[in-house]
T-cell receptor, first 113, second 111 residues
Framework: DAGITQSPRYKITETGRQVTLMCHQT?????MFWYRQDLGHGLRLIYY???????DKGEVPDGYVVSRSKTENFPLTLESATRSQTSVYFC????????????FGPGTRLTVL | LAKTTQPISMDSYEGQEVNITCSHN???????ITWYQQFPSQGPRFIIQ???TKVTNEVASLFIPADRKSSTLSLPRVSLSDTAVYYC????????????FGAGTRLAVHP
């Protein structure tokens, strides 16, 4: 049981290209999250989803698009990648409610040239 | 927003107790305090969570004073494997988009 997986683990792309990062969970958790982690900034919430077809913005949503057609998947798309989006991206899940425990994936390291 | 302030880094030695303090002066009434641990090239992992007074589990203790404007994560008898970044997270009353991870505290445990 993998729990939460992210793919790809590493990605190099060029400015202006569209990139989609995948997140898949096997727990049927209601909530899913996308964070980015940059040196000196800790983790910053990009988007989150409370259930299929329900998403909401986090702290830094600009330049990103999310969708959630199925409970287990929560893809993050950079429609036109910029160098400032070079970062490590983490997906997380939780069963719901606040406070709650979030379970993080292994991360995707994205480099935009 | 309940912003947190933690020391940037700390050093310790194996077998010592480590206390990491987090300041959260504008914590809201319904906010909880949660600590996560992150190893290099891995996602953060939940350690402990509390609302007031003291919480203890098999890994750590969390001390929260009555005014709740700060909290202290206590790691008993650390080992080299406790070398990691520790994040203090405050939230709960404003929705998930109000949860703020600080920059974290980088703990280095030396032999």
């Amino acid at each position: 049981d993998a729990g939460i997986t992210q793919s790809p683990r590493y990605k190099i792309t060029e400015t202006g290209r569209q990139v989609t990062l995948m997140c898949h969970q096997t727990w049927s958790h209601s909530y899913m999250f996308w964070y980015r982690q940059d040196l000196g900034h800790g983790l910053r919430l990009i988007y989150y989803s409370a259930a299929a077809d329900i998403t909401d913005k986090g702290e830094v949503p600009d330049g990103y698009v999310v969708s959630r057609s199925k409970t287990e998947n929560f893809p993050l798309t950079l429609e036109s990648a910029t160098r400032s989006q070079t970062s490590v991206y983490f997906c997380a899940t939780s069963s719901g409610g606040i406070p709650d425990t979030q379970y993080f994936g292994p991360g995707t390291r994205l480099t935009v040239l | 927003l309940a912003k947190t302030t933690q020391p940037i880094s700390m050093d310790s030695y194996e077998g010592q107790e480590v206390n990491i303090t987090c300041s959260h002066n504008n914590i809201a009434t319904n906010d909880y305090i949660t600590w996560y641990q992150q190893f290099p090239s891995q996602g953060p992992r939940f350690i402990i969570q509390g609302y007031k007074t003291k919480v203890t589990n098999e890994v750590a203790s969390l001390f929260i004073p009555a005014d709740r404007k700060s909290s202290t994560l206590s790691l008993p008898r650390v080992s080299l494997s406790d070398t990691a970044v520790y994040y203090c997270l405050v939230g709960g009353s404003g929705g998930y988009n109000k949860l703020i991870f600080g920059a974290g505290t980088r703990l280095a445990v030396h032999p």
